[in-house]
């Protein structure tokens, strides 16, 4: 009985807002840091415009490399259901000195 209430007070209630449930389609995203945080640019990159960033998330580095795990975790499981994610060979780029802009649509193999 003591173990239910502390699960349940261990639990987060989280809220989700109608106009974040929608979400935003993201294909490219630019990653920066500093000794103490992470920043992770969201945009959508369209053949016709410059790319436009939409979201910006700062987080702590402990909270970035929680994120890292997260979706190695998540990327494992969908790789399972469904097969390899397979990623064309990555474009070469010039050092950018700490700054990642990687387009969604290119990675490491």
């Not at 990653?31 to 992470?38: A, G, M």
Request: hydrophobic share 40%; net charge negative; proline share 9%.
């Amino acid at each position: 009985m003591a173990e239910n209430n502390k699960e349940q007070q261990n639990q987060v209630q989280i809220q989700l807002k109608p106009e974040v449930a929608d979400g935003q389609y993201s294909n490219l995203a630019m990653i920066n840091h500093s000794s103490s945080e992470f920043v992770i640019d969201f945009a959508h990159m369209l053949p016709i415009a410059p790319p436009q960033i939409f979201s910006r998330v700062i987080m702590a580095p402990e909270h970035a490399k929680r994120l890292l795990f997260a979706l190695q975790e998540n990327i494992l499981r969908y790789e399972k259901e469904f097969g390899e994610i397979k990623l064309p060979a990555p474009p070469q780029a010039p050092e950018a000195g700490g700054r990642t802009a990687m387009p969604f649509g290119t990675g490491n193999a």
